[in-house]
């Protein structure tokens, strides 16, 4: 028995992250896909050793997930509206060897009902 009828990738680039404990939020995934999320995957990777807080959260304010290179398959937004897509945020808290800009890549993944 198939719990999520519908799946969608999206790949998206953070605008170029220039300054250290602010938030970079940007939209994705707000394509008024029909359905209610059943669950999602998310991953970010980014070039050298910045560290980096970044959080996934539904575009209506929350909830949130923390989210990181290792990835993550999360339930925390089952039954919420994939209508309204998603906010990625990202904060910088220190370069590493990181250039700047950082640009910063997400995977996502979501499945409705």
Sequence with gaps: ???????????????????????????????????????????VSYAGNATVYSELCHASGSPCIQVGSVGRQSTAFAGLDAAVGFVLKHNVQSWGSSPRPLFIQSNLGVWTQ
């Design 1 to 43: 028995m198939s719990w999520a009828k519908n799946t969608r990738a999206y790949s998206a680039v953070s605008p170029g992250i220039e300054r250290l404990d602010s938030v970079m939020a940007y939209p994705v995934a707000n394509d008024n896909e029909a359905g209610h999320i059943a669950k999602v995957y998310i991953d």
